[in-house]
């Protein structure tokens, strides 16, 4: 069992940044990817970034460029860091790990969230 704690959500300037950290505990050997998603007023969650155990990443493509995942040595926290945000990048941010079960099932840990809100 994994959990997962976000925290540096807020308030910030259009162009501003803002980092979004996500503590792991429990399980940690068994995180194979974790994710950024966020939902926005009236809109479907979508994601916005995510980093394998290899350290490769992806981004949405509106994100590409501005947005950067990362993780420490002991995937213990995952971060988001934010640049050049836009209007559109309000939402509330959600932490995802995806973690290997027996076999290869994978399970999704979700956060609890976190409302970043971008003022214009």
């Known amino acids: 069992q994994v959990q997962l704690v976000e925290s540096g959500g807020g308030l910030v300037q259009a162009g501003g940044s803002l980092r979004l950290s996500c503590a792991a505990s429990?399980?940690?050997?068994?995180?194979?990817?974790m994710s950024w998603y966020r939902q926005a007023p009236g809109k479907e969650r979508e994601l916005v970034a995510a980093i394998a155990t290899d350290g490769s990443t992806n981004y949405l493509e509106s994100v590409e460029g501005r947005f950067a995942i990362s993780s420490d040595n002991t995937k213990s926290t995952v971060y988001l860091q934010m640049s050049s945000q836009k209007p559109e990048g309000t939402a509330v941010y959600y932490c995802n790990g995806i973690l290997k079960q027996e076999g290869e099932n994978h399970h999704d840990q979700w956060g609890q969230g976190t409302q970043v809100t971008v003022s214009s």
């Open positions: 429990g399980d940690i050997s068994s995180i194979d990817v």
